[in-house]
């Protein structure tokens, strides 16, 4: 079920009656589960191919595929005994069942637990088992079961269950849910110079100037396919130069420059704290805080946003990831003469 879009020429004829300082945009999806060939398509279609998101790791795909064979098997009833005897739920005892994750860190290598966590209310206790582990290897994808609840996983002592997950993992190796579409979303919003509203993201203003592209990506959005009674809806609502909207929007339009920058000048202090930093990340918080300058440029030029205080927060992490540049250059010029000697 998607929302109706409005034409180009629809909006061309208001705004040509009342000028338009640009869209307010908003989107929910639930439900959306589309293929990687099918949102290329739809990408292209819509001349966003450069914004197509990698397909979901081995992690998130088995992760998925556990979740759906749980689903599927009822809970493992068939398969896996209670945690004890008595276990069946009632007033005073109930279980859940639980995914936990065991990884050493460093290692490409995890294990998915699923555990039932049984609460027993009369005693104001809990216990545990654990069931079923399976081992993935991050890198190659492979998985193995194991029935015992600790050890090292060798071999898969279920192969039945390892086919089947197996065949979960190939359906949603390239299958796209709206969780990842996310960050696609937001990267075509910020390439459209929009600015979030909202400290914690989900409302956006773009200029008017990018209609053409808002329009397309309202299309493409709204043409997702959704299951299970899901609803994809790609809003994005016409704002216009009436009363004090434009001063309104300015003063919003600021804030959200400043949240941005405040959220960068927390990430920055988080790489100050580590003991490298590469260079190839320090390249990227540049690209970003320029981003963030012409934006804040855009806006003066288009609403007489003052820039000043964005212009000065930026010019300071600039002059702080350089600084983060020139230490690790410094330290690795230090380890090179230690080598000599």
Not at 143 to 172: C, H, K, P, W, Y
Request: with cysteine; proline share 3%; charged share 25%.
């Amino acid at each position: 079920m998607t929302a109706t879009s409005p034409t180009f020429e629809t909006l061309t004829e208001i705004t040509s009656k009342v000028p338009l300082l640009g869209y307010g945009i908003f989107w929910r999806a639930t439900g959306i589960r589309v293929t990687e060939d099918l949102l290329l398509q739809k990408l292209k279609e819509h001349d966003f191919e450069d914004f197509a998101p990698t397909p979901p790791s081995h992690y998130l795909t088995t992760r998925r595929a556990i979740e759906a064979w749980i689903r599927d098997k009822r809970l493992l009833e068939e398969q896996i005994a209670p945690i004890a005897e008595d276990e069946d739920e009632s007033d005073e005892t109930r279980i859940r069942r639980l995914i936990r994750i065991v990884q050493r860190p460093g290692t490409d290598k995890v294990v998915f637990a699923l555990v039932n966590e049984g609460l027993d209310y009369s005693a104001y206790g809990l216990k545990y088992a654990t069931n079923l582990r399976i081992l993935l290897d991050k890198k190659t994808g492979q998985i193995m079961v194991s029935s015992a609840a600790a050890g090292a996983i060798t071999q898969s002592e279920n192969l039945t269950i390892e086919m089947e997950l197996n065949d979960r993992i190939r359906e949603f190796k390239n299958l796209f849910f709206a969780s990842d579409l996310i960050a696609m979303v937001t990267r075509m919003i910020q390439a459209m110079k929009g600015v979030s509203l909202k400290k914690s993201g989900g409302y956006y203003f773009v200029p008017e100037a990018e209609s053409e592209n808002v329009l397309a990506m309202q299309s493409m959005m709204n043409s997702l396919p959704c299951f299970d009674g899901g609803e994809a809806t790609f809003a994005a609502i016409g704002i216009f130069d009436a009363g004090r909207t434009k001063t309104d929007m300015v003063k919003a339009i600021s804030g959200g420059l400043m949240d941005e920058i405040r959220a960068l000048e927390k990430d920055l202090g988080r790489l100050g704290e580590t003991e490298k930093t590469r260079s190839k990340t320090v390249a990227e918080r540049l690209a970003w805080y320029k981003q963030i300058r012409e934006k804040a440029q855009l806006y003066h030029q288009y609403l007489g946003l003052n820039q000043a205080k964005i212009e000065a927060a930026v010019h300071e992490m600039e002059q702080a990831a350089k600084a983060l540049l020139m230490r690790e250059v410094t330290s690795a010029t230090n380890e090179d003469q230690a080598s000599l000697f």
